[in-house]
């Protein structure tokens, strides 16, 4: 059995140029698949989440977690990696 | 697929209230290292620890990354120390490789330094608390609990006796901490088998080789869900609980899962306890003041516990395929800043407090007394807590410090989760005769219950 393992990045903070740039080429060099993004900003604070699907063998979600952090420090605002499955939880029975 | 406002709902929880996982706790069984020799003993106690709890530690922080969601503490709890040690003249050496083991594995605390004594005492039981004093002292990471009661034994009041004197001995041997070998130590009255929870965790004798349960937290997300029904009747309010305590048990469930699976463990239980840190906005006592109440501990206390406990309760049963542990609200005062600030108020007393424990989770817990306080006395308060127990059907501790040389109004710092402990009045009434005669109180009726 072959389950899609998902992950849903967040990404939050003061808004500037690049953001989803960089996140989406941090996903695309460890071979991850965008399936869906959101994206708010109010008064100026960037809000994105987006989700991802890290099934290919060539993505390591530990991997991936490190890059996006060290990008979120690198542009000063906060980049998390998470796998699905706690959120799926919490909400659905 | 979830909505981004459910996404961004567990981000607020996890960064503003403090969700967390309180602990993984790896219960494991010690019954096959019993040996005549007491260094065999030691030495496979050693090794079935560090062998089965090598990964512990890491994969608890694997799962922590992967999740997003912290895992505060990652421990150990063993089958109870008497249990085993039957042909040990000096327990002491059992202590020492339990400490060992929980150092060489990298948890920060191992418990099952324990006697169930409810009915009566082994020579082996004595030995163990006897060795309490000197063990506490010694060891860093070692967790120990005494069950003197129960509803189908009545209580041990030999025991009891004899634990108001070991608490006070402990006490003075750990004087230059204020104490603090106290807080490693739990007396219980039916004390449960599965408990995540330290100091009282232990392996219980109904257990497999090994097991895997879940502690959960997150007062602060209910004092949260709280503030969104101010003012609304008491029915919002218990629907608002479960709900919230739905959505944390069902990560603690997601984690116990999970550790067992990478670990090839079986999953135990999820404790669906709301435990309280000193951290602002992680306190139980503010849901109970966010319930209505001026401060906690003045009338209504107990009113508004009860339907905390039970609505988290409810909750979680749902959220989770097996419950277990002590599964309550608990309120141990010098980890709770609401509590704290409660007791300095003067609004929370240690005779609210015991009423509080009738319709919650454990009992009098991490509460400093006078360093004065008579080891009858201490005795005496071990006594009613376990009464209501015992009649109660519950689980109940105590789990006092008689801090050496403060008085009501000083202040116990213990740092870090263990917090800081207002110093609160006993009665200055003597207990001796009471305490003196020993013996036992007889198991209760279980029916004609007025």
Known sequence: MNETKKAVISVLGLDRKGIIARVSGVLYNNDANILDISQTIVSGYFTMVLVADISSQECVF???SDELTALGEEMGIQIRAQRSEIFDSMYRI | MVTTSEI?????????????VRTITMGISLFGCVSDSEERLCERVYDR???QAARLVKTGEEIEKDFGVPIVNKRISVTPAALIAGAMKHPQKLARALDRAAYETGVNFIGGYSALVHKGMTETDKAVIASLPEVLTETERLCASVNIGSTKAGINMDAVRMMGGIVKQIAQNTSASGGFGCAKLVVFANAVEDNPF??????????GDCAINVGVSGPGVVKSALEAVRGRPFDEVAETVK??????TRVGQLVALEASRRLNVPYGIVDLSLAPT????DSVAQILEEMGLEVCGTHGTTAALALLNDAVKKGGVMASSHVGGLSGAFIPVSEDIGMIRAAESG????????AMTCVCSVGLDMIAIPGDTSAETISAIIADEAAIGMINNKTVAVRVIPAPGAKV???VEFGGLFGRAPVMAVKPFSSKDFIGRGGRIPAPLQSLRN
Request: charged share 25%; no cysteine.
């Open chain 2, 243 to 248: 709900k919230t305590a739905f959505s944390i």
């Open chain 2, 49 to 51: 620890i560090v062998h």
């Open chain 1, 62 to 64: 530990d991997v991936l």
């Open chain 2, 409 to 411: 109004g000083d202040s």
């Open chain 2, 8 to 20: 961004l709902s567990t981000l607020r929880m996890i960064d503003k209230q403090k969700l967390d």
């Open chain 2, 347 to 354: 609004a929370l007393t240690l005779e609210k407090l015991e």
């Open chain 2, 278 to 281: 000193p951290a602002v906005g």
């Open chain 2, 198 to 207: 330290m100091a009282g965790a232990f392996h219980g004798p109904g257990e």
